[in-house]
């Protein structure tokens, strides 16, 4: 029987739980959470074959007997395969397990798992999003969000973590752009069809995306963007990152749906202060009066906050001032130090002005000499100007 079909091998298994998830994922609009259960207590060939039948409890009817007789898996499954896509499903060992396990005991409904997501790159999710940020904000970013987007993905790119966003205009793409800047890999999140080039002006973009890391939507291929795609993409956004920074945000936008998610799904949320009278960080300026949320303003913050304990640490950078030589002076010799001057003065007149008693007087000025910062003379003792150790200056 060598070289005959083994019928019921794994990748018969495989092929079958990817068409019935590949049925699933068109039958009900996301995040049908639902179906989703029904799904997790009968697997997904059982549960497909169900749906497709209509013997299903109320609330999974609700979801999807308006397209339960449109079964176009297969077209889908090859229009994926034209293009280079997969459907990546929880099968899968690039499915981001630990991500997505905090949806799972999350309260709220639509935080739900997809049941499988659409992908077309190079990269492996799970190993994309072991260690990642999400960045977001307004699509009318101004010149001050666009740039510090930029700046900070580029950053958290060049410290090994992956950008992830949601490929909009604004403050996503240069989120996107600094990733990629850096070398780094970098996920957009769509809320079509990965072979739906959105938004067209984009279309650049999103194809380097696609050969260097990776596009992902639950959508199938064919799928148009619609308003409330987005809201239900942004969870994905936020269940991805191990934390989301908010760049640019109105007071109400999708951006800070993103923030919102991520903290239900208990991750840290960042946002980026603008200028206070700033309509387009109103948003965060308000995310940052809420309980959790931490101002960011540069990568090395952003990598603390999501980074390993004790280990990502953010340096404070070394303030950029000029030392002067009294820096170094502390009690009786500085107090020696102010009390010379140009002029010589004697023992007793510095220990009158000092205040202090002429042997402490002599302890300061032996110091002082020996720093360079003041000179015996023939008439006592004065102050020495030009360089000293350390090329710092005598004078005060």
């Known amino acids: 029987m060598n070289g005959s079909p083994v019928w019921g091998s794994a990748s018969d298994r495989a092929d079958e739980v990817r068409l019935a998830r590949a049925y699933l994922c068109t039958v009900a609009e996301p995040p049908a959470p639902a179906l989703a259960a029904f799904v997790d207590e009968h697997g997904p060939v059982a549960a497909a074959a169900r749906v497709r039948r209509g013997e299903v409890p109320k609330r999974v009817a609700s979801e999807t007997d308006a397209r339960r007789g449109r079964d176009v898996a297969e077209a889908h499954l090859r229009t994926a395969r034209t293009i280079g896509a997969r459907l990546l499903t929880p099968e899968d060992r690039d499915w981001p397990v630990a991500p997505f396990a905090s949806f799972a005991i999350c309260e709220h409904e639509h935080l739900h798992a997809p049941l499988a997501l659409w992908t077309l790159g190079p990269g492996r999710l799970a190993e994309l999003a072991e260690r990642s940020v999400a960045i977001v ?16 993905a580029h950053g958290v790119a060049e410290l090994g973590f992956t950008v992830v966003s949601g490929a909009a205009y604004g403050i996503d793409g240069a989120a996107h752009r600094g990733a990629l800047a850096a070398e780094g890999p970098t996920v957009a999140v769509l809320a079509c069809g990965v072979d739906r080039i959105y938004p067209a002006g984009h279309e650049r973009l999103l194809r380097y995306i696609a050969s260097t890391g990776l ?14 795609r987005f809201l239900v993409r942004n969870r994905l956004i936020a269940g991805l990152a191990a934390g989301t920074v908010v760049v640019e945000a109105a ?3 999708g951006a800070r749906r993103t923030a919102s998610d991520a903290s239900l799904l208990g991750r840290p949320v960042m946002a980026v202060p603008g200028p206070v009278t700033s309509a387009l960080s109103a948003g965060c300026h308000r995310l940052l009066r809420e309980p959790g949320t931490v101002a960011v303003t540069r990568a090395e913050e952003v990598i603390e906050e999501v980074g390993r304990i004790g280990i990502d640490l953010a340096v404070s950078p070394a303030p950029a001032i000029q030392m002067r030589a009294t820096d170094v002076l502390s009690g009786p010799t500085l ?13 007793r007149e510095l220990s ?29 003792w004065c102050r020495r100007r030009g360089l000293v150790a350390g090329g710092w200056r005598g004078d005060a």
């Not at 596009?215 to 409330?228: F, L, Q, T």
């Not at 107090?335 to 023992?347: C, K, P, T």
């Open 137 to 152: 904000g307004s699509r009318a970013a101004t010149g001050y969000g666009t740039w510090a987007a930029n700046w900070m």
């Open 215 to 228: 596009v992902v939507s639950e959508y199938p291929p064919g799928a148009v963007p619609a308003r409330h």
């Open 251 to 253: 007071w109400r936008s």
């Open 335 to 347: 107090r020696v130090h102010e009390s010379l001057a140009e002029r010589a003065l004697d023992l």
């Open 352 to 380: 009158v002005d000092s205040g202090l008693p002429i042997e402490l007087v002599r302890t300061a000025l032996r110091e002082l000499e020996r720093r360079g910062m003041a000179e015996r003379v023939e008439r006592g």
